[in-house]
């Protein structure tokens, strides 16, 4: 005799509904992980801001023996509030350990488990980030709001609604920029086993590109050689300054109007091409992965 | 050498770190003819100052680094125990166990950096700034050395200090910079604390110094300091490190 099927038991199990509980559970058991060491990621915090410091004093100084109000449209005030807004914008966008432990997940076999189980590695990372993000956000909002508020005088009026939404728009992507961009850099482990030294190319690379050093418009004089084209141009197509540049920029008022629409889209653009390129290099390393160790 | 591939990527990567560094400085000297206003750090004695700190932390990082990052660890899973029933002083074994001459790398760097900025100055330094100066690098080094063996003290008394280590990088950052930078209501105070609370000021500005400026009656108290600084700092970091372990419990059964 036949059982009759149950329809809560049916629908609990196919469509969007397990899909979103299994990300909700994942998201849930990353937080209570993150959360267990609290004091630890608030005083890293508070120290995080200490080269801030160095940086001030420099720029200081640097204005001090030069004759210009202005550097490259920044001034002194600007200088200060732009190296703490890519504070804000590296919250977002900085995702650590993320290469190097996708990378040693796949050297060491562990990523078997993803890939016998109905879970979806790249979707389970995602929630990782996601928790890992808002417990630093939860612990972090203090001593950023201190420094904020301390340095307060650095910063222009507030800007209008419409450039806060871009804004913090352009942090919500950058999130997800460099997630994707980091991701896929861990799967190269599915071809080299060991990609620590690539991991620290890219890092490296992208602190210079990214504007995390200095702002990108200090480069609008150096020529490329090709006419009407500075370095400023080269490096502001890349995605590098989705992770630290643009949303600063955006905040102080340097990029607007058309402009800060078409950077939008790049970004957007960029994401689009970063999702799509990390998907692949899923697909294409668990092609040839043979599940060596664990 | 047994990894001589990793050993040159090593070496490149920290090469590109300080590249990187040196396109920053080079930006900035397009906008400024001098950091700080009469501080005599034009462009080339600037350069002569990143040099020796190049010189400084590459000694630092390949003769002490290696060893203090490993001693958290040492802790925790009672590798301690093994090193301090050795008839051998246990700092001695803790802090030079282990070394990474792809540090050298920047070093090396350094030197040739320092050779193509002394060679620009304006003025040649005199003979004993060039007999000064690699006491003083010798100083910096023993500074540092001090700051690293009372955080390994630290690390022994408290067994998870992860965020002590990265406190030491944060505290070094200030002195990247030359220390007339640290200027005003708040550079002043700050400036005086890392001179002479935590000496970290006089690790690269003094020897950096000796050869890019003239020696004054004021230079020659921060020379006479920063060797006093460099005793002190050796001898109360061998305090710090024999109260420590006289604390230690062990972690292993």
């Known amino acids: 005799m036949s059982e009759a099927v149950n329809p809560e038991v049916l629908q609990s199990s196919c469509g969007w509904f397990p899909a979103v509980r299994s990300w909700w559970r994942m998201l849930t058991i990353c937080l209570e992980e993150r959360l267990a060491y609290r004091s630890d990621f608030a005083l890293g915090t508070l120290m995080r801001f200490l080269p801030i410091v160095t940086q001030v004093f420099l720029w200081t100084a640097v204005f001090a023996a030069s004759s210009r109000a202005d550097i490259a449209g920044y001034s002194r005030d600007n200088i200060v509030a732009y190296y703490l807004l890519t504070m804000v914008t590296r919250a977002f966008s900085s995702m650590p350990s993320l290469a190097g432990g996708i990378s040693r997940c796949i050297r060491d076999g562990s990523v078997k488990k993803y890939l016998i189980q109905p879970v979806d590695y790249i979707g389970f990372l995602l929630a990782s980030r996601v928790a890992h993000k808002l417990v630093y956000y939860i612990v972090a909002i203090i001593p950023f709001a201190a420094v904020l508020f301390f340095c307060r005088a650095y910063f222009p009026p507030a800007p209008d609604g419409l450039t806060i939404a871009a804004y913090v728009l352009s942090l919500l992507l950058s999130f997800l920029l460099g997630f994707f961009l980091e991701a896929t850099l861990g799967m190269i482990a599915f071809w080299f086993l060991?990609?620590?030294?690539?991991?620290?190319?890219?890092?490296?690379?992208?602190?210079?590109?990214?504007g995390h050093m200095f702002p990108i418009d200090m480069l609008a004089d150096i020529p490329t050689g090709i006419s009407g084209v500075s370095l400023a141009d080269v490096v502001r197509l890349l995605p590098f300054e989705y992770t630290a540049y643009f949303p600063a920029a955006v905040w102080l008022g340097k990029i607007t109007g058309w402009e800060l629409v078409r950077g939008l889209l790049l970004e957007i653009v960029w994401l689009v091409i970063a999702i799509g390129t990390c998907r692949f290099v899923w697909w294409r390393g668990t092609k040839r992965y043979s599940g060596f160790g664990g | 050498m047994t990894f001589r591939a990793n050993f040159l990527l090593e070496c490149l990567t920290s090469l590109g770190w300080m590249s990187m560094n040196l396109a920053f400085y080079l930006l900035i000297f397009n906008f400024t003819p001098e950091i700080g206003r009469g501080s005599g750090w034009s462009r080339e004695p600037f350069f002569a100052f990143v040099a020796t700190g190049l010189v400084i932390n590459a000694i630092v990082q390949t003769l002490f680094m290696p060893s203090a990052s490993e001693l958290t660890e040492m802790v925790r899973t009672g590798g301690l125990d093994s090193v301090l029933v050795r008839p051998l002083d246990a700092q001695f074994l803790l802090s030079m166990h282990r070394f990474d001459f792809s540090s050298m790398a920047n070093g090396l760097v350094g030197v040739g950096l320092l050779v193509?900025?002394?060679?620009?100055?304006?003025?040649?330094?005199?003979l004993i700034a060039f007999l000064l100066y690699p006491l003083l690098i010798a100083c910096g080094v023993?500074?540092?050395?001090?700051l690293i063996i009372?955080?390994?003290?630290?690390t022994i008394l408290m067994g998870r200090n992860q965020s002590l280590y990265d406190f030491w990088f944060y505290i070094t950052n200030f002195s990247r910079y030359p220390a007339e930078i640290y200027s005003g209501p708040w550079g002043d105070p700050l400036r005086t604390f890392c001179t002479f609370v935590i000496p970290i000021l006089l690790v690269v500005n003094v020897p950096a110094g000796t050869l890019a400026r003239p020696l004054s009656g004021e230079s020659w108290g921060m020379v006479v300091m920063t060797f006093a600084a460099a005793c002190l700092s050796v001898g109360l970091s061998r305090l710090f490190f024999q109260a420590a372990l006289a604390r230690y419990r062990s972690a292993s059964s």
Not at chain 1, 194 to 210: C, D, P, W
Not at chain 2, 142 to 146: E, F, R, V
């Open chain 2, 150 to 154: 009372m955080l390994a003290a630290a």
């Open chain 2, 116 to 126: 193509w900025a002394v060679l620009r100055f304006p003025v040649a330094p005199p």
């Open chain 1, 194 to 210: 060991e990609v620590s030294s690539i991991i620290f190319a890219y890092m490296l690379f992208q602190y210079l590109l990214s």
């Open chain 2, 142 to 146: 023993a500074i540092l050395y001090g």
